[in-house]
């Protein structure tokens, strides 16, 4: 196996990890994470990308994206309150101007990409 495909299975089990632990966590988006893992396990392992777009509760959770058909509403809000939370609480501990310009305009741009991606709606059981 080489280093790119070891670390691609590990960064996506990492991500996996990552969005279980969101479900129960506000604070914490399951969506962008089981995103991840399905691209790191689609460049690496065809067994566990399958695994996850087939699992019946996290495929469900993948698959819209996948299929083209957009993001949830509710995750939309959700990845966008995280995701500034998070940036406002570094750019607080870091105290450096410049990191808060950074963060700023980083997270301007994420957030009008995610905005700007297909709306779904969707039961609100799934995150």
């Known amino acids: 196996m080489k280093f790119k495909q070891c670390f691609l299975i590990a960064l996506g089990w990492l991500a996996v990890a ?8 506000p604070v914490l988006p399951t969506t ?3 995103l991840l893992a399905a691209w ?3 460049k690496s392992s065809p067994r566990f990308h399958r695994w996850l777009i087939e699992h019946p509760k996290l495929g469900p959770i993948v698959n ?13 809000r959700r990845i ?13 501990i870091v105290g450096n101007p410049r990191v808060a310009i950074m963060l700023l305009i980083s997270g301007i741009c994420v ?3 995610i905005i700007r991606q297909p709306g779904l709606q969707s039961p609100s059981s799934s995150r």
């Open 18 to 25: 990552l969005g279980i632990a969101g479900i129960p966590l």
């Open 32 to 34: 962008p994470f089981l």
């Open 64 to 76: 819209p994206w996948r299929e083209g058909r957009g993001i949830p509403h509710h995750v939309k």
């Open 111 to 113: 957030s009008i990409y």
């Open 80 to 92: 966008l309150i995280a995701m500034w939370l998070s940036m406002g609480l570094s750019a607080a």
């Open 40 to 42: 790191c396990f689609a």
